[in-house]
């Protein structure tokens, strides 16, 4: 019996981790960083460790700024990442914005009589880059929660696969 919960709770982990990654999908992310850190790790028989590494995970889960809106339950430890440490600075923001503008091809516009889309100068997408930037540092970003709010499904899973084990004693 204790290789089978053994097994289940290892099962959930996974779960956890399969739930986090196909909702953090669906939110449309951009290089797969941030999915490819989510992951999971044996700390005892029973208990496994589900975490997202990337070091902007609990920014894209809770927002930013005005927009910081933690997910119930994680209020304190949302709250550490609020107002958190600056990792570079304002030009370094830009030109990761720019890199990003110009690989989604945001302000590209397509022309329906040549059948062909207009490329932007660099210009342009600076100026794209310049005013997602200004609308960030005043704003924040939005949430999008991806990672706690699988507890209460797996939590769930979990408990009806342990009383499944249990019930064939």
């Known amino acids: ?29 951009d ?7 989510i992951s999971y790790k044996r700390e005892t028989p029973y208990s496994y460790i589900v975490s997202a590494n990337a070091s902007y995970a609990p920014y894209i889960e809770f927002g930013t700024k005005k927009k910081f809106k933690p997910y119930p ?3 304190e430890y949302a709250a550490q990442f609020k107002g958190g440490e600056k990792k570079g600075d304002w030009i370094e923001m830009l ?12 302000g590209v516009t397509y022309n329906v ?7 932007q100068t660099k210009d342009q997408r600076l100026s794209i880059a310049f005013a997602i930037t200004m ?15 699988q507890i209460p499904i797996v ?4 408990t ?10």
Do not use: C, H
Request: zero cysteines; glycine letters at 10%.
């Open 31 to 37: 290089r797969g960083t941030l999915l490819r850190s």
């Open 113 to 119: 009589k040549t059948r062909r889309k207009t490329r």
């Open 135 to 149: 609308s960030i540092l005043k704003n924040g970003i939005s949430p999008k929660p991806f990672f706690y709010k």
């Open 1 to 29: 019996m204790k290789d089978e919960i053994q097994a289940e709770v290892e099962a959930s982990a996974m779960e956890y981790v399969a739930l986090a990654k196909r909702d953090l999908a669906g939110q449309g992310g």
């Open 155 to 158: 939590q769930k899973s979990l």
């Open 160 to 169: 009806q696969r342990i009383n499944r084990v249990l019930s064939g004693i």
């Open 95 to 106: 030109m990761s914005i720019y890199s990003w503008v110009k690989r989604k091809g945001i």
């Open 73 to 75: 339950g994680t209020e």
